[in-house]
């Protein structure tokens, strides 16, 4: 009897609040919404955990290339279950393509969730250089083969990009880079231009560029809605790169982005009828009044105006454009901001961000944040 009360107790303590709580979220939409942030933030604590462990385990027996792999399946299938939310995966095949970059729309935090789904073997992601010397992450993501770019000046992040297609094929593995470079949830389905870090590495390895797409889950997640239901994600057939040079980057991740905006468009649910962004209205000219010379006054001679030195910014090189973009694409990655589409990368501080004023500082875990519409 004293085993069953010693089984028994624990139970029924823990089962309470998780039935108090099941409760409150079924009654009232606000309490689901924290109930649900709070039980993925902690479904992520669990396998952040669950990580460090792998990575060591599988470092032993010669297979910490496929650490993201495991940890990513055991998150999904912990938080699907506890979220209610089911992924529908088409053209997994296409993942399979080995070494690659793969790109994807980057929205939220949730995004991990479709990520957890679709990470393939042998696939690692892109992260700041610093992050390699944080206490027990540094060292899962170093143990499961995560490549760090440099990003403290111009130079040392071009030879980053040029390391990190080397190492793909050395280890014949995939990088995953959000070419966003930073969170773009909106009530209709759209993306921010491209960076052009990931396409520079691409081109620069010779290896094809693999898109994926999340469907637009407004519908199901922002500030305030939490819920259950299906999403749908489409992994697009590899673009070669090969025979590429640098010269074409920004023609290809314009091909990409558009080819990308176009299948989120088309997996995605309608958005609400007021959810579109209303056209610019043109300006209007008010009608010029009538010069002192046309209404028979005369005007006094003018001087001349001084004339005003020509003052030019000096031209960008390519590789400080390259280096920008393995900046900011590698704190998507890492970075829990969400900078509007009219930011400036160039700017150490970010205005117009969905979760306020950023700065250059602001990188922490993957995607970790919370919506603010």
């Not at 108090?20 to 939409?29: E, G, K, M, R, Y």
């Not at 995966?89 to 970059?101: I, K, W």
């Not at 700017?347 to 117009?352: D, L, N, Y």
């Amino acid at each position: 009897m004293s085993v069953l009360a010693t089984i028994v107790k624990p139970l029924a303590y823990i089962s309470l609040p998780v039935f108090a709580l099941h409760t409150l979220a079924n009654a009232n939409p606000v309490a689901r919404y924290y109930v649900r942030i709070g039980l993925f933030l902690s479904s992520l604590g669990v396998c952040s955990i669950w990580g460090v462990i792998c990575s060591v385990g599988m470092g032993l027996v010669g297979r910490r290339f496929d650490v993201f792999y495991v940890v990513a399946r055991s998150f999904y299938h912990l938080a699907s279950r506890v979220l209610g939310i089911r992924l529908i995966v088409e053209g997994e095949e296409y993942l399979e393509t080995r070494p690659a970059v793969l790109v994807g729309n980057h929205q939220s935090m949730l995004d991990i969730l479709y990520l957890g789904r679709i990470f393939p073997r042998r696939a690692s992601i892109m992260a700041k250089k610093e992050l390699q010397w944080s206490p027990l992450l540094g060292q899962f993501m170093t143990l499961a083969g995560a490549v760090f770019v440099d990003r403290g000046n111009n130079a040392r992040a071009v030879r980053s990009l040029t390391a990190a297609g080397e190492i793909m094929k050395e280890r014949h593995s995939s990088l995953w880079l959000f070419p966003e470079g930073t969170r773009s949830m909106r009530p209709y389905a759209d993306m921010l231009p491209f960076k052009k870090g990931a396409f520079h590495t691409a081109i620069q390895a010779q290896v094809p560029i693999v898109p994926v797409v999340c469907e637009n889950y407004w519908r199901l997640y922002r500030k305030g809605v939490f819920e259950s239901g299906t999403l749908k994600v489409k992994v697009l057939p590899p673009i070669p790169t090969t025979g590429m040079t640098a010269a074409d980057v920004s023609a290809l991740a314009v091909r990409v982005h558009d080819l990308m905006v176009e299948t989120l468009r088309e997996i995605s649910a309608p958005p609400p009828p007021d959810a579109m962004p209303k056209p610019s209205e043109p300006a209007v000219t008010p009608s010029p009044l009538p010069s002192p010379a046309a209404a028979g006054v005369p005007s006094p001679a003018s001087a001349p105006a001084p004339s005003q030195p020509d003052i030019s910014t000096p031209p960008t090189t390519e590789s400080e454009k390259v280096a920008e973009d393995v900046r900011t694409e590698s704190r998507a990655s890492n970075n829990p901001s969400e900078a509007s589409s009219t930011s400036s990368p160039t700017h150490s501080r970010i205005e117009g961000s969905e979760n306020g004023t950023e700065t250059e500082e602001d990188d922490g875990m993957v995607l970790v944040g919370r919506p603010s519409h």
